[in-house]
T-cell receptor, first 114, second 118 residues
Framework: EAQVTQNPRYLITVTGKKLTVTCSQNMNHEYMSWYRQDPGLGLRQIYY???????DKGDVPEGYKVSRKEKRNFPLILESPSPNQTSLYFC?????????????FGSGTRLTVV | AQTVTQSQPEMSVQEAETVTLSCTYD???????LFWYKQPPSRQMILVIR??????QNATENRFSVNFQKAAKSFSLKISDSQLGDAAMYFCAYRSSNYGGSQGNLIFGKGTKLSVKP
């Protein structure tokens, strides 16, 4: 089944403790992206990747890191999480970074930083 | 930069009735794509419908259709014969067709929460 797999679905952590949210797609998509969703703000892009080893900042990149060493994986790293990073996070992929392809989304990760 | 505006934070519809969700966008580009995504309580993001800006014909997917007005930069979603399972948050989104400023990224509105009354 074609899908984007995110883990974990839920995570509670403490301020300053490094964490990684994993994202993997099995569709050979070139483009991958991370979004955070907050009430009243919709989905805002954190980072995106047009292809392997090509990443760039989205609208809200502060406090996050990403890497794209393999085509299928695009982990999101929070080096020192803070309470304002409490949010619902989505990973998404698309066949390419251009054109009318919609995104395929993961199931989301609910992160709470205390 | 492109922006997407959904002016209705919440909407309500009676089961079996029709409801229209509004979306406007701002862009200087002539070629782009528009989408509606549905997010039910399960929080999964589901693509509902897609429109290509160069096509004048409005997209339709079963009970879902759009009213695309390019000159007015408007992209509303009509849900006919509403069902209880249609209750969800609906997001309008824009995607450029070229390597313009948005780099092909999806730009979302803030969403409209739709309730369906039995």
């Amino acid at each position: 089944e074609a899908q984007v797999t995110q883990n974990p679905r839920y995570l509670i952590t403490v301020t300053g403790k490094k964490l990684t949210v994993t994202c993997s797609q099995n569709m050979n998509h070139e483009y991958m992206s991370w979004y955070r969703q907050d009430p009243g703000l919709g989905l805002r892009q954190i980072y995106y990747s047009m292809n392997v080893e090509v990443t760039d900042k989205g609208d809200v990149p502060e406090g996050y890191k990403v890497s794209r060493k393999e085509k299928r994986n695009f982990p999101l790293i929070l080096e020192s999480p803070s309470p304002n990073q409490t949010s619902l996070y989505f990973c998404a992929s698309s066949r390419t970074g251009l054109g009318g392809y919609g995104y395929t989304f993961g199931s989301g990760t609910r992160l709470t930083v205390v | 930069a492109q922006t997407v505006t959904q002016s209705q934070p919440e909407m309500s519809v009676q089961e079996a009735e029709t409801v229209t969700l509004s979306c406007t966008y701002d862009t200087s580009e002539s070629d782009y794509y528009l989408f509606w995504y549905k997010q039910p309580p399960s929080r999964q993001m589901i693509l509902v419908i897609r429109q290509e800006a160069y096509k004048q014909q409005n997209a339709t997917e079963n009970r879902f259709s759009v009213n695309f007005q390019k000159a007015a930069k408007s992209f509303s979603l009509k849900i006919s014969d509403s069902q209880l399972g249609d209750a969800a948050m609906y997001f309008c989104a824009y995607r450029s067709s070229n390597y313009g400023g948005s780099q092909g990224n999806l730009i979302f509105g803030k969403g409209t929460k739709l309730s369906v009354k039995p």
